[in-house]
């Protein structure tokens, strides 16, 4: 029954580091989110892609980029890997008419 | 900007009492989502609202979407143990293939005996 997996619970990179994490889907969902969960603030929506090569920027995008090489695989990096950047990391996706929001486990992600 | 607020932020209940979280938008949304994160979880997706005044039930839990489609509500009658967890809003911005599902900030729900 596996959906949307995460490549990893938790990771542990220093500061300035080029950090990717990566997300699957296999229900060949046309959308794909990353999001941002930090106590306090919800879900912050950080990039989305809605096809193949397609990107949209979310609510926060700075210090981050996305990667959509193929419909099923997102990517999310970080460039320079920043303290601040420590955050839980969820990844979704969605039928583009259904819209209901299928989530990753969540990656931790430590920055120190 | 497109954004929900949702309050409040936190509600501690006993077994038993009721529970009420709201989500308010002051732009017309074209659906609202609700989802539900237990502790160490991820969010899950219990339903979505589309129409003016909708209003949906699954078991104890009833989801209204306003009239004027800005505001959203989750009600839990006689909460359960079971229940407790983070209550999150969403709403589907654009419409389309480029839609973008934005989140509340969530309700924690904690529920004691």
């Known amino acids: 029954d596996v959906k949307v997996t995460q490549s990893s619970r938790y990771l542990v990179k220093r500061t300035g580091e080029k950090v990717f994490l990566e997300c699957v889907q296999d229900?060949?969902?046309?959308?794909m989110f990353w999001y941002r969960q930090d106590p306090g603030l919800g879900l912050r929506l950080i990039y989305f892609?809605?096809?193949?090569?397609?990107?949209e920027k979310g609510d926060i995008p700075e210090g981050y980029s996305v990667s959509r090489e193929k419909k099923e695989r997102f990517s999310l990096i970080l460039e320079s890997a920043s303290t601040n950047q420590t955050s839980m990391y969820l990844c979704?996706?969605?039928?583009?008419?259904?819209?209901?929001?299928?989530f990753g486990p969540g990656t931790r992600l430590t920055v120190l | 900007g497109q954004q929900v607020m949702q309050i409040p932020q936190y509600q501690h209940v006993q077994e038993g009492e009721d529970f009420t979280t709201y989500c308010n938008s002051s732009?017309?949304?074209?659906?609202i989502q609700w989802y539900k994160q237990r502790p160490g979880g991820h969010p899950v997706f219990l339903i979505q609202?589309?129409?003016s005044g909708e209003v949906k039930k699954q078991k104890r839990l009833t989801f209204q979407f306003g009239e004027a489609k800005k505001n959203s509500s989750l009600h839990i009658t006689a909460t359960q143990t079971t229940d407790v967890g983070t209550y999150f809003c969403?709403?589907?911005w654009g419409g389309g293939t480029a839609s973008k599902l934005t989140f509340g900030t969530g309700t924690r729900l904690q529920v004691t005996l």
């Open positions: 969403a709403a589907l």
């Open positions: 732009t017309t949304l074209s659906n």
């Open positions: 609202l589309v129409k």
């Open positions: 229900m060949d969902h046309e959308n």
């Open positions: 892609s809605y096809d193949v090569k397609m990107k």
């Open positions: 979704a996706s969605s039928h583009w008419v259904l819209g209901q929001g299928d």
